[in-house]
Structure formats: structure tokens, C-alpha cells
């Protein structure tokens, strides 16, 4: 059945989940940006969604302090990115795309999930777990930026279960094992590259979790990825 999001006659379709706007509380600008950059060379088709849910704390990019009184929802920021063009995280499915892309940022530790508060259990929210484990079961690339890979990792090694081979994935390098003590396997990767998890079909890049990275480097990183999982595709198409 075709999906009512699309228009046109581009043959690949990504779903691209944003977590906010601004790296401090929401999806990180650039590395959103770049993503939509490289998906549209390659003429994928896109579509936005984000959860309509109120960002956990807002911060004031100019200050990096807690706006305490302000209230803003992920849903209406992450819209400031996809120029309005922005669906409810509720409404995505994996069968409607071929690949699923996931900007870094802080929302994906403080909005998607509560990785940010460092508890021994992370929580993700339902509708974000659905659909990574929707398109990893059907065997559809994901694609993982910056601190991202860590909630996918932690999404799917629940899935798959300790007898399975660890989900390898990057966040540049990890000196505190995050990803082991998510479940997964670490990889070290310089920014301007990818590493592809070729058993699960995941893809990840560091971009900014090397907080003194160029501009260029992460959109290098991005693109390596985003290239490899639109190959991916095409060749098993």
C-alpha cells in the first residue's frame, strides 16, 4: 500500500526521526541538516517525524543554562529543521521506508529515551523502540549519528538477546564503554568515516561526539554512511 507521505518519483524512501531542535536539548542542527543534505544528492525521499511530547528540559543555546520556565514540545521544535514538513513519531512505519536515519544531539538521551540521567535502566519511549525494532526486523538499514548509536544498540540487544553476535557500532571513541555497557560492541572510527554493522544492518557515524570536529569532517562522516546504506539497498534490490 502506498504510504499518503509520499509525492514524487524517487525510488528510495528514508524516514529521518529528529529529537528537538538544538544540540543541547533537541536533535543537533547540523548533523540533521547534512543528513537531509546527502539523502537528497542520493534522491532519497524523506519524511520527518519527531515525538509529540514536551522536551524534558530546555536550554538556552546562548548561556548553556536550564531555561527553567520555558516549555517547548520536540514536536513543533523539530519542525524549525524540516520546514514544517514534519509527521507525529506515532504514525511512522517501517514498511512505508527503506532505511531509517537518526541525528544525534541530546534530545536522543533526554527526549527519545533517558539516557541522559545515567540510571542503570534506560528508558526508551514506546513509539521510538517500535519503529527501530520495526526496521530492524524487516532488515532495513538504520542509520545512527553522534550519541544515537547508543540507544539503537540498546533497543536492539534487548531484541536480540546476549547469545547473538554484539550490534558494532561507533561513537567515535568511547572511552567510558558506553556502548558495552548498552550491550554492543565499540568500534573506533575517525569522524570523516562510517562503520557498517553488516549482520543487523546498522550504520553509524561520530560526527559530534568529538565536540572539536570541523564541519566538513561530519558531513563527510554522514555521507559515508548515508552512501553505504543507499548501496546496501541497491544491491539487494
Known amino acids: 500500500m502506498k504510504s499518503r507521505y509520499f509525492m514524487g518519483g524517487k525510488n528510495l524512501k528514508a524516514a529521518v526521526v529528529l529529537s528537538g531542535c538544538g544540540h543541547l536539548d533537541g536533535a543537533e542542527v547540523r548533523e540533521a541538516v547534512l543528513s537531509l543534505l546527502v539523502l537528497d ?27 527553567v520556565e520555558e516549555k517547548r514540545n520536540v514536536l513543533v ?21 527503506n532505511m531509517l536515519v537518526v541525528p544525534g544531539g541530546y534530545g536522543v538521551a533526554r527526549n527519545l529515551s533517558d539516557l541522559a540521567e545515567g540510571k542503570d535502566v534506560v528508558t526508551v519511549i514506546p513509539e521510538f523502540e517500535r ?27 534487548n531484541k536480540i538477546g546476549k547469545e547473538k553476535n ?57 555521507k559515508h554512511m548515508i552512501d553505504g546504506m543507499v548501496k546496501k539497498i541497491n544491491k539487494k534490490n
Open 77 to 97: 521544535e523539530a519542525a524549525r529543521i524540516a520546514r514544517g514538513e514534519i509527521y507525529d513519531l506515532k504514525e511512522a512505519k517501517a514498511e512505508d521506508f
Open 41 to 67: 544528492q542520493q534522491e532519497v525521499e524523506v519524511t520527518c517525524f519527531a515525538p509529540d511530547i514536551n522536551v524534558t528540559q530546555v536550554i538556552n543555546h546562548k548561556t548553556k543554562k536550564e531555561a
Open 166 to 222: 554484539r550490534i558494532k557500532v561507533t561513537i567515535g571513541d568511547d572511552r567510558e564503554k558506553l556502548i558495552e555497557k548498552l550491550g554492543g560492541e565499540h568500534i573506533k572510527c575517525d569522524t570523516g568515516l562510517s562503520i557498517e554493522d553488516e549482520e543487523h544492518s546498522v550504520f553509524s557515524c561520530s560526527a559530534y561526539m568529538r565536540s572539536d570536529e570541523n564541519t566538513y569532517s561530519v558531513y563527510q562522516g554522514i
Open 131 to 157: 519503529l527501530v525494532s520495526e526496521f530492524f526486523v524487516a532488515k532495513k538499514p538504520i542509520g545512527a549519528i553522534c550519541i544515537s548509536p547508543a540507544i539503537i544498540v540498546f533497543i536492539l540487544s
